[in-house]
């Protein structure tokens, strides 16, 4: 149907007016909203190599394309990933730095100790980007064969099995920390800054035991017969390692625990840069060689909205409290 439009009349001054300043109005939002108008960092919580630094620079090559900006890399790794967080927190919130991390510095280092950030008041969620199990391996010093071999050489020797993770508060820390609690043992926990030194030393026999994420590289040495795996944390038994239980089958559920990753901004970044970076990453973690990658390494792509990724933080983090309240792992 056509429309019939009927001659205007000149605007009044008034209204005039109202429409120049409207205008001017959307011309000083347009220009607050100049995003971005430099290069954009993305602080990695752990050290070069491994899976998660391999995962955050593909997201920054594919960012920096799509958006047609420079995307910097920086590995800020050590203390459970609480110097990368408290980095970020100090950032400027004006959407040019961002944070690859798990969220267990948001959700457990802060029940374990001081952080140099507030978890809730500084940071902002911004997408989930894969859900990681948690792998329990045997290194070249560990003389068992299975899981019952560990509780039984904690149980004669206690403090003798050294058990080494990424670091104090990190997940692989807490299954530790719950296994010896719920089995009644005792071990001496070795706190690395990453993957990356402490593979290299588990390889060496420093230590014999240890809480990694998956990833091909431990995949690789377990074929391989230098490592033996113990156990998954992990809501079924994985494909690769169909022979290796849960530790709910082992009678650990508490200890089933799997990494949650994503990145972070500032909390006062603004709304509507915040939303423009979710749909970019989100458009990322969809791609088909980005899932692939992480799918090829056992990992879940993940992506989604801001609301959900900080919904997921909100409920693990009250669960945890609720752990530590109860069950009270060593700090």
């Known amino acids: 149907m056509a429309q019939t439009f009927s001659p205007a009349r000149p605007p009044s001054r008034r209204s005039f007016l109202a429409v120049a300043a409207g205008m001017a109005g959307c011309a000083l939002a347009s220009r607050a909203f100049a995003w971005p108008q430099q290069p954009i960092r993305i602080l990695v919580a752990y050290p070069p190599g491994g899976l998660s630094d391999e995962i955050a620079r593909s997201i920054a090559r594919q960012l920096s394309a799509q958006l047609d900006n420079a995307v910097v890399v920086q590995n800020r790794a050590g203390a459970g990933g609480t110097i990368a967080m408290g980095a970020l927190a100090r950032s400027p919130p004006d959407g040019h730095t961002l944070c690859f991390s798990a969220i267990s510095p948001l959700v457990l280092s802060p029940l374990l100790g001081p952080v140099s950030y507030d978890p809730q008041r500084d940071i902002a969620a911004v997408i989930s980007v894969m859900v990681t199990p948690v792998l329990v391996i045997g290194t070249p010093?560990?003389?068992?064969?299975?899981?019952?071999?560990?509780?039984?050489?904690?149980?004669?020797?206690?403090?003798a099995l050294r058990w080494a993770t990424s670091g104090r508060g990190t997940l692989g820390h807490i299954v530790a920390k719950l296994?010896?609690?719920?089995?009644?043992?005792?071990?001496?926990?070795?706190?690395?800054?990453?993957g990356g030194p402490q593979l290299t030393d588990a390889l060496g026999g420093q230590f014999?035991?240890?809480?990694?994420?998956?990833?091909p590289l431990q995949?690789?040495?377990?074929a391989r017969g230098r490592f033996k795996p113990l156990a998954v944390g992990?809501?079924?038994?994985?494909?690769?390692?169909?022979?290796v239980p849960t530790l709910a089958e082992l009678g650990f559920p508490e200890a089933n625990l799997t990494s949650v990753f994503g990145l972070f901004a500032p909390a006062a970044t603004p709304d509507a840069v915040l939303t423009t970076l979710n749909a970019e990453l989100d458009r990322i973690v969809a791609q088909p060689q980005i899932r692939g990658r992480l799918l090829a390494a056992n990992n879940v792509p993940?992506?989604?909205s801001r609301e959900d990724f900080s919904r997921l933080i909100a409920e693990q983090s009250r669960s945890f409290r609720?752990?530590?309240e109860s069950d009270k792992p060593d700090r």
């Open 179 to 194: 296994v010896a609690l719920h089995g009644g043992i005792r071990i001496t926990h070795i706190p690395y800054k990453g």
């Open 234 to 243: 992990a809501p079924s038994r994985l494909a690769v390692l169909p022979e």
């Open 302 to 304: 993940t992506g989604g």
């Open 322 to 324: 609720r752990l530590f």
């Open 141 to 159: 010093a560990f003389t068992g064969t299975d899981f019952a071999d560990l509780l039984a050489q904690a149980k004669a020797r206690p403090g």
């Open 219 to 222: 995949l690789r040495h377990v």
């Open 208 to 215: 014999e035991l240890l809480s990694t994420n998956v990833a």
